[in-house]
């Protein structure tokens, strides 16, 4: 079975920076496709950001590219989320999702099947 747990959210005024987490419990995680999704309140779901398995690509939402930066340590099986220049349109519940293997940067919900909890992060003006 596949968890995946986010950490990492808080307040932060705009401008600052945030890094969240997601330590995800499987077996051979440099299998998997890791997704960053966040759900704006009264929004529906979006996607931010991806990184694949193997060469660990990377794509971002136009919304946040140049802002934000996803990374992986497959040795600790983490997954990050480095965010900057936060304004409070990124407001938010974040959450990661998991998926095995797979051959393209996946940007849908749909694309995935295990997702963590998520954690609120909230920018004040």
């Given amino acids: 079975q596949v968890q995946l747990i986010e950490s990492g959210g808080g307040l ?8 969240l987490s997601c330590a995800v419990s499987v077996d051979r995680f440099s299998s998997y496709t890791v997704g960053w999704f ?5 929004k529906e779901r979006e996607f ?11 794509y971002y939402s ?10 992986r340590d497959n ?4 997954v990050y989320l480095q965010m900057s220049d936060l304004s409070p349109g990124d407001t938010a519940v974040y959450s990661c ?6 051959s393209e940067f ?8 295990y997702w963590g ?3 609120q992060v909230t920018v004040s003006a």
């Fill in 12 to 19: 932060v005024q705009a401008g600052m920076s945030l890094r």
């Fill in 38 to 42: 966040r759900q704006p309140p009264g």
């Fill in 48 to 58: 931010v950001a991806v990184i694949t398995w193997g060469r660990s690509g990377t």
């Fill in 62 to 71: 136009d919304s946040v590219k140049g802002r934000f930066t996803i990374s």
């Fill in 75 to 78: 040795d600790k099986r983490e």
């Fill in 97 to 102: 999702a998991a998926r095995f293997a797979g």
């Fill in 106 to 113: 996946y940007t849908s919900v749909r694309d995935y099947a």
């Fill in 117 to 119: 909890q998520g954690t």
